[in-house]
C-alpha cells in the first residue's frame, strides 16, 4: 500500500464518508464548536466535488447536481456513523470513569 488515501478510494461511497469523518474529527479537535455536524458538510462539500467533478473534470450541470445530492448523503452517513459508533463509547467511557 503506498497510498493512504487514493483518487479511486475518494470516488466511493465509503472513501468518502470515511475522509469526512476523518476531517471532521480532526477539525473538531482544534476548532471547536457547538455543532460539529457543519464541519461534516463542509468537508463533504470538498471531499465529494473535488473527487467526483474537479478532478474528474465533468462539469456538466447533471454531474453538479448529482454531486450536489451525494454531498447531502455522504454528510449524512459521516454524522450517523459518529453518532453510532462513536460516541456511544464516549460515553460508557466517561460513565465508567466518573460515576
Do not use: H
Given at each position: 500500500?503506498?497510498?493512504?488515501?487514493?483518487?479511486?478510494?475518494?470516488?466511493?461511497?465509503?472513501?468518502?464518508?470515511?475522509?469526512?469523518?476523518?476531517?471532521?474529527?480532526?477539525?473538531?479537535?482544534?476548532?471547536?464548536?457547538?455543532?460539529?455536524?457543519?464541519?461534516?458538510?463542509?468537508?463533504?462539500?470538498?471531499?465529494?466535488?473535488?473527487?467526483?467533478?474537479?478532478?474528474?473534470?465533468?462539469?456538466?450541470?447533471?454531474?453538479i447536481?448529482?454531486?450536489?445530492?451525494?454531498?447531502?448523503?455522504?454528510?449524512?452517513?459521516?454524522?450517523?456513523?459518529?453518532e453510532?459508533?462513536?460516541?456511544?463509547?464516549?460515553?460508557?467511557?466517561?460513565?465508567?470513569?466518573?460515576?
Open positions: 500500500m503506498d497510498n493512504f488515501i487514493s483518487s479511486e478510494l475518494l470516488a466511493s461511497f465509503v472513501g468518502c464518508v470515511a475522509a469526512v469523518t476523518a476531517v471532521t474529527q480532526v477539525l473538531k479537535y482544534f476548532i471547536p464548536i457547538k455543532d460539529p455536524k457543519w464541519y461534516s458538510l463542509g468537508a463533504a462539500i470538498v471531499i465529494v466535488l473535488l473527487a467526483n467533478v474537479i478532478i474528474p473534470g465533468d462539469f456538466s450541470l447533471v454531474n447536481i448529482v454531486s450536489l445530492i451525494n454531498v447531502l448523503i455522504v454528510a449524512g452517513a459521516a454524522v450517523g456513523l459518529f453510532y459508533t462513536v460516541k456511544p463509547v464516549e460515553r460508557a467511557i466517561k460513565n465508567k470513569t466518573n460515576p
